[in-house]
């Protein structure tokens, strides 16, 4: 969450020094002007896409080895849509922060 927060800074750091403008000026319409993601949301917003474009047959196969349709126990009219990803279990904290368990639950 700290080096969130510092990478959060240096961004806000990096828009006022290409755009110009003042320390305390807000940095929201800045980052909408330079169509720039906050940090955190960028990081959710890449997590997305890689499972997206692996989905596709786009991305790498070991990627593509981690991401698992859900398949239900019986016939449903869904059933063929692939919505779903079935979500791996951690018991551990830091195996929440995988991009297996990760995705599924974005």
Same mark, same amino acid.
């Given at each position: 969450?700290?080096?969130?927060?510092? @990478? =959060?800074? &240096? =961004?806000?750091t990096?828009?006022?020094?290409?755009? /110009?403008?003042?320390?305390?000026?807000?940095?929201t319409?800045? =980052? =909408?002007e %330079?169509?720039? @993601?906050?940090?955190? *949301?960028?990081?959710? *917003?890449?997590?997305? &896409?890689i499972?997206?474009?692996? @989905?596709?047959?786009? /991305?790498? /196969?070991?990627i593509?080895?981690? %991401? @698992?349709?859900?398949?239900?126990?019986?016939t449903?009219?869904?059933?063929?849509?692939?919505? &779903?990803?079935?979500?791996?279990?951690?018991?551990?904290?830091? /195996?929440?922060?995988? *991009?297996?368990?990760?995705?599924?639950? &974005?």
């Amino acid at each position: 969450m700290r080096s969130l927060h510092r @990478l =959060q800074l &240096l =961004q806000n750091t990096s828009a006022r020094i290409i755009t /110009g403008t003042k320390k305390f000026e807000h940095i929201t319409p800045i =980052q =909408q002007e %330079l169509r720039w @993601l906050p940090v955190s *949301f960028r990081s959710i *917003f890449k997590i997305l &896409l890689i499972a997206f474009k692996t @989905l596709r047959d786009e /991305g790498p /196969g070991y990627i593509r080895e981690m %991401l @698992l349709w859900y398949v239900p126990s019986r016939t449903l009219r869904s059933g063929t849509d692939k919505l &779903l990803l079935v979500e791996s279990r951690s018991t551990l904290s830091w /195996g929440d922060r995988s *991009f297996a368990v990760a995705a599924p639950r &974005l």
